[in-house]
């Protein structure tokens, strides 16, 4: 009777912790989606809004007096937000704004500091948004920091010793913020190659090992020249 009773107890236990694991995955999403939309909101109402009621005033339209005419006007800003990213990125698909990009770019590679931080941030969204121009060619796991302990690390390049030995470069990210990290050494046959794609190794990597996939080895070694 008394192990019945445990039985139960074990089973309600187990099934407690399920429901609420998938209350919180499906929560997640939606809580981190609106803290996005708020910071969005907030950082376009603090920007923007300001210019909007400026150029209201001007043409003399009644400034905004309760809560949900600012919302509005926040709203009509973060719109304005997304067209203008829209005619930025037509801007600079052509020559002239390929020509004005380039040159901004070189001052910020120039300036120091900031040309640490522009760099890599462009270097991982490239990584992630531009799979066919990526930095990272794949994803594989690397005994890091000791041996035994497996790290998610991005193969960058190959390289080789004395023109003998033949060692491939890894990235291996930090979590949350994978714009920071190690970069080791090793020969080929000390990584194991994984099924993860970039993206899906960012993911991993920002929400602290929540998102991985549950199988993420490749079946087999495959041999890169």
């Not at 291996?172 to 090793?186: A, K, Q, W």
């Not at 046959?189 to 899906?200: G, K, N």
Request: include cysteine.
């Amino acid at each position: 009777m008394e192990k019945d009773k445990r039985g139960v107890f074990t089973h309600f236990k187990k099934d407690v912790r399920k429901r609420m694991l998938t209350g919180l995955l499906l929560i997640l999403p939606v809580y981190v989606t609106f803290f996005v939309v708020k910071f969005l909101f907030g950082f376009v109402g603090g920007t923007l809004a300001p210019v909007i009621k400026k150029v209201l005033q001007f043409y003399g339209v009644a400034l905004p007096k309760s809560s949900l005419d600012e919302f509005i006007i926040t709203f009509f800003g973060l719109i304005l937000t997304f067209i203008a990213l829209y005619f930025i990125g037509i801007f600079a698909a052509n020559f002239v704004g390929k020509a004005i990009i380039s040159y901004f770019e070189n001052l910020l590679t120039k300036t120091p500091i900031i040309k640490t931080i522009y760099s890599s941030v462009k270097q991982i969204i490239h990584a992630v948004s531009l799979p066919g121009k990526q930095a990272f060619k794949r994803v594989v796991l690397v005994d890091f920091p000791k041996e035994g302990t497996k790290s998610i690390g991005f193969v960058t390049s190959d390289t080789q010793y004395n023109k003998e030995q033949k060692y491939i470069t890894v990235f291996i990210p930090t979590t949350p913020n994978p714009t920071t990290g190690f970069l080791i050494f090793v020969t080929e046959d000390t990584v194991t190659d994984t099924t993860l794609t970039v993206e899906e190794a960012f993911k991993t990597l920002f929400s602290g090992g929540v998102l991985t996939p549950r199988d993420i080895t490749a079946p087999c070694k495959t041999t890169h020249a």
